[in-house]
């Protein structure tokens, strides 16, 4: 028996109600944003993941740059933390490898502000949403607006 349209909009309505939701936020800062639970990776996807290409390799000078920045800007640009930093490329590695160990290509950003501004293309403030693959290219304008409103 097909479901009617009525019955598959009432079927949708009522499974995304069911979604698990998982908050994710910023103890500094209090931006909080709702998200679904993703699913498991399917067995094909665990699978292709060794078939994936690496974006590139990391110069053996990283680590010594990486620490040299967090030890010059201690804290998260974004809300002033100082826990769980993550050094972010402002313009990707992966598309300019030239620019990885340039000290005004980073900014010093909690690991929570690194994903929701760093990678977020038009920033925290507006419809798209961040994703690993995007980057953000005014994230110091946006870390500095949202600093302002922390202080």
Known sequence: MAK???DWVDYLEM???MTPFIAV???ICTMLSLDPIPEPPSRELRESIDEVEPLGDRSSAWSRVRAEFVAEHP???ACGSREKLNVH???PFHIHPELELEPSNLITLCFEHHFRVGHDPDGPW???KPKWTAWNPAVRQHAER???KVR
Do not use: D, F, V, Y
Request: with cysteine; charged share 25%; hydrophobic share 40%.
């Open 146 to 148: 949202m600093r302002a």
């Open 89 to 91: 490329h402002i313009q």
């Open 126 to 128: 507006r419809p798209k």
């Open 4 to 6: 009617s349209k009525l």
């Open 15 to 17: 499974t995304a109600a």
């Open 25 to 27: 936020g910023c103890a």
């Open 75 to 77: 804290a998260c640009e």
